[in-house]
């Protein structure tokens, strides 16, 4: 529960609001140490009085909404509701292509420069990025005033003549010698970070070295810019200020605001999440929700259900011998559930018996890949690994016939058929072995007795 | 016309020219209004000519009796806004186990909205299989599609919880042939209008532009937006998409979010127009009032349903 944010809505609501509180959240335990019986008044924490005559106008709607708040509390005040911080994180740009970029806000409500000064100075923060037109060019830095924000807060301070000094230390130099100043010209637009705030004097430091921009906007540029890279955001509040339409006319006018899928796009550039949406109606905490109530999870039973009715009508088929029907249930199984692995099973069976012994292994992998405890699949594949393996040694292919067996063997070493044939075909291959290997040694005493010469010799060698 | 038609004939669809066809429906006995499990199979079974179904145009939706047979509105009426609720916490509901995004959710409610609105009360449409129907055409509507498998499977699910999921069977199918019927009834009724204009578009640029007028700190701390965001969703219970533009539900949802935390807008008083005003002209604080208070009834409808 969040201390504060209570502060907050207490200060501005009353003690009536207390008392709601109390008896509404009675008996939920985070409140009670928050809200000593006894009760701290409401202190209001955002500076300067009310004045009263305003509290008073506000009261009487507000019972209304001071028993929804009471009521709401636990769950408007929960920690777990905070915005994605990582949304502000992502870059600044503003594209227009995916929402309306906005004038700033205070340029349509027509908020005095006083106010917009005060709260641009209590609000601008070290490594924001600011652009300006240099007014005046001296020997320990330029002046530049000005005429809009980058990043951070967007507010409207072109006519409030608010100057930054960037001193010559933070100009980077674009030439090994000479004055770096020299490169500038009074009028020319300056994009820079803030480096240093004096609120108190309302005085401004700026850089232009990039290890003055925080990381996430490290690839600002920053210096001079052109008229055209100016932010869209001041572009149209200039606009605005010479047509005045409203609000809502640049909203309808911009094409951003047209795009299928701007609700997506904001959704993520405010931290709101689209697939648990938050909500204030009790029944519709999306945390409550059971993962197997869910479309995809039920797909996935139903479809494991279906095809094991086809697979189920495919076995009958198969066990009277109709094998053409059996192998169309199979493969419709397949299609309903592409990883059904008694279709699987069942299918590879149907291949084996019918000799397509490459197939049939094919199927019993995948049934074992996704399901490797099946006995049936293990049994079965072991079977059909040894005997493609007699095929092959039949075919003399016989280090191919080898791989099968040692493959099966690894699937189930207690396979006794495998291990008799790998014994067998090793004896075979000892014999062959041994024949190659005295064939060897035979010929090469007869390249021995060529080479002296001994002709007669080498034949009985080589017949013996 | 007779007055009282069979018990098996629900639906009296009647043609402007006269000609009416009688709708058979099947409800299991004794499932009064749930759902689809009772489902409504149509069939045409009965007609002049030989207009079949597929050939219908000009329809009216109407039920059996009479107009003005009910005299007395406020006992039926808080039991369907009842209902109302009821399904449309169902949609959205179904709505997030489909997946769906929420402006297709909002859509969908607001065509069921629209479509109870459109039909004399009391009507003897199935409300979930409504809801259904509604959730099909808005995925349709929105571009994102969903298939009749899913929304059967979650509903079938919801109304029976902890069941297994359909076989393959006639009643399946039939299941499906309803909503599509249902579907094609439903844009008939609407005059084939299903497109709206939501407050979430308004609702998340007017944020944006919250968000870059205060100070960051404060709008870190405060989720207004998340508050905001769910009073907006949650506003569908009721019918205000019905009743009021949707910049101005957008405001008065923003306006209440503030309020529950007592944030306030920067220069509020200092402004020469207030905020709301700015984001939409023809706005007033009374207006404003009148929404959260319509707001706030459908929370208290929340409590009183739970």
Redesign the interface.
């Known amino acids: 529960m ?1 201390r ?2 209570l502060r ?6 009353g003690p009536a609001l207390l008392s709601l509180l109390r008896t509404e959240q009675r008996d939920n335990p985070d409140f009670r140490g928050l809200l000593p019986p006894g009760g701290p008044s409401p202190e209001s924490l ?1 500076g300067g009085p009310h004045p009263p005559a ?1 509290r008073k106008e506000r009261r009487i ?2 019972i ?2 001071q ?3 009471a ?2 509390a636990d769950l ?1 005040f929960a920690l777990s ?3 994605n ?1 990582s949304a ?1 994180l992502e870059s600044n740009e503003e594209n227009e292509d995916y ?2 970029v ?1 004038p ?3 340029q ?5 420069s006083e ?2 000064r005060e ?1 641009f100075f ?2 601008i ?1 070290r490594g924001d990025v600011v652009i300006g037109r240099i007014s005046s060019i001296r020997e320990f830095g330029f002046f530049m005033v000005l005429i809009c924000l980058g990043s ?4 409207e301070i072109s006519q409030l003549e608010i100057t930054a000094l960037c001193p010559l230390r933070d100009v980077p130099s674009h030439s090994s010698h000479g004055d770096p100043l020299s490169y500038y010209q009074t009028g020319d637009i300056i994009q820079a970070a803030i480096k240093d705030i004096d609120r108190y004097h309302e005085k401004l430091t700026v850089s232009l070295h990039s290890s003055a921009l925080p990381p996430n906007l490290a690839n600002t540029k920053l210096g001079v810019i052109s008229s055209e890279e100016l932010p869209l955001h001041y572009r149209r509040s200039v606009e605005v200020a010479s047509t005045s339409e ?3 006319k640049v ?1 309808h006018h911009s094409l951003g ?1 047209a795009n ?1 899928s ?3 796009f ?2 993520g ?4 999440s ?11 905490q ?1 945390k409550n ?1 059971n993962e197997e ?4 999870a ?2 996935k ?2 479809s494991a ?2 095809a094991l ?1 086809c697979v189920k009508i495919g076995v009958d088929y198969f066990k009277v011998g109709r094998h053409v029907e059996a192998m169309n249930e199979y493969n419709k199984a397949l299609e309903i559930d592409a990883q059904n692995v008694e279709a699987l099973v069942a299918r590879g069976a149907l291949y084996a018996t019918k000799e397509s012994l490459n197939k049939a292994i094919d199927d019993f992998e995948v049934a074992l890949e996704n399901c490797p405890t099946h006995r049936n699949a293990r049994k079965y594949l072991c079977q059909t690994l040894v005997e493609r393996g007699g095929q092959l040694e039949e075919e003399d292919k016989l280090l191919n016939a080898e791989s099968y067996y040692k493959k099966a063997l690894t699937l189930d070493e207690t396979f006794k058929e495998a291990e008799d044939a790998l014994l067998k075909l090793h004896k075979h291959m000892q014999v062959i072995l041994y024949f190659l290997l005295t064939l060897f040694i035979k010929i090469q005493a007869l390249i021995k007795t060529v080479g002296s010469g001994k002709l007669f010799t080498g034949y009985c060698v080589l017949f013996l | 016309m007779e007055r009282k038609a069979p018990t098996t004939w629900k639906w009296l669809w009647v043609h402007h020219d006269g000609a009416a066809f009688a709708v058979q429906s099947r409800l299991h006995p004794g499932t009064g209004h749930r759902g689809p499990s009772g489902g409504l199979s149509l069939k045409l079974v009965h007609g002049e000519g030989s207009r079949r179904r597929g050939l219908l145009t000009g329809w009216q939706c109407g039920t059996m009796e009479p107009d003005g047979a009910s005299s007395d509105q406020t006992e039926p009426r808080s039991a369907e806004n009842k209902t109302h609720f009821k399904v449309t916490r169902f949609i959205m509901e179904a709505g997030v186990k489909l997946g769906l995004r929420p402006i297709p959710v909002a859509t969908a409610c607001t065509i069921y909205h629209r479509f109870f609105q459109a039909t004399v009360a009391p009507a003897p449409y199935d409300p979930y299989l409504v809801a259904m129907a509604a959730l099909y055409l808005a995925g349709k509507v929105e571009e994102q599609h969903l298939r009749t498998r899913d929304i059967i499977n979650v509903s079938h699910r919801y109304l029976h919880p902890q069941s297994e999921p359909l076989e393959l069977d006639s009643h399946f199918w039939e299941l499906r042939d309803s909503i599509v019927q249902c579907e094609l009834l439903m844009l008939r009724v609407l005059g084939f209008r299903v497109s709206f204009q939501h407050p979430h578009k308004y609702l998340l640029h007017y944020l944006l532009s919250l968000k870059q007028w205060t100070n960051r700190h404060s709008w870190e701390r405060t989720p207004v937006s998340a508050a905001a965001w769910a009073l907006l969703q949650d506003s569908y219970h009721g019918g205000l998409c019905l009743r009021y533009l949707p910049q101005h539900v957008a405001v008065a949802v923003l306006h209440l979010a503030l309020q529950c935390y007592g944030a306030e807008v920067p220069a509020h008083t200092e402004a020469e127009r207030p905020w709301w005003e700015v984001f939409s002209e023809d706005l007033t604080k009374a207006q404003i009032d009148q929404i959260v208070l319509d707001l706030i009834q459908i929370y208290t409808l929340d409590a009183e349903i739970s």
């Open positions: 969040d504060d944010l907050q809505a207490l200060g501005c609501h955002r305003a709607d507000n209304e909404i028993h929804f708040i009521k709401k408007l509701w905070k915005p911080a502000d929402y309306a906005m700033p806000l205070e349509f409500m027509e908020v005095p106010d917009r709260l209590r609000d923060e951070g807060v967007i507010r409203t609000y809502e909203l605001f299928p701007v609700v997506e904001l959704l550039k405010l931290g709101l689209e697939s648990s949406p938050p909500s204030l109606m009790r029944g519709l999306s929700f109530d869910f479309a995809f039920l797909r039973k139903q259900s279906w009715k």
